[in-house]
């Protein structure tokens, strides 16, 4: 059953955008969580909350209708993210959030579902062709910027979303939408990329059969169907890297071997946030592993193992899928693209 948002909505924090079948396909419930003055400190907003999940009695959830994500912004001063951080997958952009998250005090939501949600290729295919749901998309994601920002006290925190991987393919729409926010790329060599996926298993190598994702990669359904898992990654890569190069103006490419604590502080000067000039921070940040919630987990790179169990296939597909774009992307002093190596 659903129920309202409390009127002081200061504390509660959207965890999850569901869509329904109402004549299109559109965001009709969220759910929230009271975290009150709780941080987001984990690398992914999923993880914060599934902790919070073992104490439900301090941090209950509740469900409404999407329009209570509108009504929980009344009052509240409209926020724009700091930066926004994109990347393809397995590339080291956990890392970097993880550091601006250390040393700085900004909000840092690393993935949001209800965010990542909206940008989805899935969604998108329904929203480019209704002017309705690109506005309801507009003001739901401008909405759910400032409840993110203002969540802990009403008042407005600097704010810095880490997106999921695919939400890249959209990356036009972001600018569109947002075109005075700074913008990092975090890539990696796609043979890598594509091993790590093909090794991990799950996340978008599974919705491959998904009509709506077959469009919005550009491909026949059935040609995304019937590729093989190897093809299926390097295509899905490339097709992120090309999207990217597509709207390379003004965006900031850091490259996986590129990223230490002096390019983590890079990404916060332009995101114009004041950065603590303690380097003992970034060192343990840097030596851990970035998707580890507990944060015992040594980090290594893996750049030599990737490399030597790519088979020839996946060197193949990459090379006719991918390639051209890294190259493209991370070409020195590229004429539109800044490199945070620099």
Not at 293 to 309: C, E, I
């Amino acid at each position: 059953m659903l129920g309202p948002l409390p009127e002081n909505a200061v504390g509660w924090l959207p965890i999850e955008l569901r869509f329904g079948l109402g004549g299109a396909f559109a965001p009709r419930r969220v759910s929230w969580m009271r975290f009150g003055a709780e941080a987001l400190q984990e690398p992914f907003v999923s993880q914060t909350v599934a902790r919070l999940r073992m104490e439900p009695e301090r941090y209950p959830e509740l469900e409404t209708d999407v329009s209570s994500v509108l009504e929980a912004v009344r009052g509240r001063t409209p926020v724009q993210p700091c930066g926004i951080i994109f990347h393809i997958s397995r590339c080291g952009s956990t890392l970097v959030s993880n550091g601006i998250k250390a040393i700085t005090s900004a909000v840092v939501a690393s993935e949001a579902q209800p965010v990542s949600a909206l940008l989805d290729p899935n969604y998108d295919v329904s929203v480019a062709t209704k002017a309705p749901l690109k506005r309801q998309r507009e003001l739901l994601l401008r909405s759910l910027f400032t409840v993110i920002s203002t969540y802990q006290t009403g008042s407005a925190q600097e704010l810095v979303l880490k997106l999921s991987s695919l939400n890249t393919i959209c990356i036009s729409e972001v600018r569109a939408l947002f075109p005075a926010v700074p913008i990092v790329l975090v890539v990696r060599d796609p043979v890598e990329v594509v091993v790590s996926n093909l090794q991990g298993g799950g996340g978008w190598l599974s919705h491959r059969k998904q009509q709506s994702l077959a469009e919005a990669l550009g491909m026949p359904h059935s040609t995304a169907a019937y590729m093989d898992d190897v093809e299926y990654a390097a295509f899905v890569v490339g097709m992120m890297l090309r999207r990217a190069l597509e709207n390379v103006d003004g965006i900031h490419v850091l490259d996986y071997e590129d990223i230490d604590g002096r390019s983590i502080r890079r990404v916060a000067s332009l995101f114009g946030l004041t950065h603590s000039p303690e380097e003992q921070t970034l060192v343990e940040v840097l030596s851990s592993y970035s998707k580890d919630a507990t944060r015992t987990q040594r980090g290594v790179n893996d750049t030599a193992t990737k490399q030597a169990v790519a088979t020839a296939d996946v060197r193949r597909h990459v090379e006719r899928h991918a390639e051209q774009y890294y190259r493209a992307l991370r070409a020195p002093r590229n004429s539109t693209a800044h490199t945070m190596a620099c």
